[in-house]
């Protein structure tokens, strides 16, 4: 069965700071792979969306950027962190466009 | 611009009450609707889909949703809640303009026991 893995589940970091958060999915391949924002009462906001190795499409201009470096290994980074960076960031994956997509645990972000 | 609403932030209910959550999206081409659920400290989780055919869909623990095409809508129902339903529920759709998943606002459900 296939499985998605997101770490860390809680990170602080400082305003300035680099940021790396890795998400694997395993059990499958070619996946379309996902970085969300879920904010309260805002539902869930699409930062990234990668249908294949090195593609990455993004879909707000953000303070982060995002990789895929290989087939199930999404990586989403920023250069220097923003204290408006603070949130949860959720990892996800589909079989195709047109699919449910699957979840990870989330991280959560604050930048002091 | 499509869109995904969610009438209700916040409902609060007693246990063995009727649910109803309402989801309206706007566009007028095909549509896969989805269902998913977040329970306090988890991750979330699909409830139900549709993508085709009977638009009455069963989910799981005992939820399920009707598709309307003339209103719509995609409504979440069960018939008795409980306790352990206390949960934050999402409605998203994917339209088949764009193929991306497209969500509600979200409606956080409590239940009172």
């Known amino acids: 069965s296939q499985t998605i893995h997101q770490w860390p589940a809680t990170l602080v970091q400082p305003v300035g700071s680099p940021l790396s958060l890795e998400c694997t999915v395993e059990?499958?391949?070619?996946?379309?792979l996902y970085w969300y924002r879920q904010a309260a009462g805002r539902g869930l906001q699409l930062l990234f969306y990668?249908?294949?190795?090195?593609?990455i499409s993004s879909e707000v201009p953000q303070n982060l950027s995002a990789s895929r470096p290989q087939d199930r290994q999404f990586i989403l980074s920023s250069k220097k962190l923003l204290l408006s960076d603070s949130g949860f960031y959720l990892c996800?994956?589909?079989?195709?466009?047109?699919?449910?997509?699957?979840f990870g645990q989330g991280t959560r972000l604050t930048v002091v | 611009a499509q869109s995904v609403s969610q009438h209700n932030h916040h409902v609060i209910l007693s246990e063995a009450a009727s649910l109803e959550l309402g989801c309206n999206y706007s566009?007028?081409?095909?549509?896969?609707l989805f269902w998913y659920v977040q329970y306090p400290g988890q991750h979330l989780q699909l409830l139900l889909k549709?993508?085709?055919?009977d638009p009455l869909v069963k989910g799981i623990k005992g939820f399920e949703a009707e598709f309307i095409k003339s209103k719509f809508s995609f409504n979440l129902r069960k018939p008795s809640v409980q306790w352990s339903d206390t949960a934050e529920y999402f409605c998203?759709?994917?339209?088949?303009?764009?193929?991306?998943?497209?969500w509600g606002a979200g409606t956080k459900l409590i239940i009172k026991p």
């Open positions: 549709y993508f085709s055919g």
């Open positions: 990668s249908v294949g190795i090195g593609q």
């Open positions: 059990g499958t391949s070619n996946p379309n």
């Open positions: 566009y007028g081409g095909t549509v896969n």
């Open positions: 998203a759709v994917i339209m088949d303009s764009n193929y991306q998943l497209i």
């Open positions: 996800a994956w589909s079989e195709g466009t047109n699919t449910e997509a699957f």
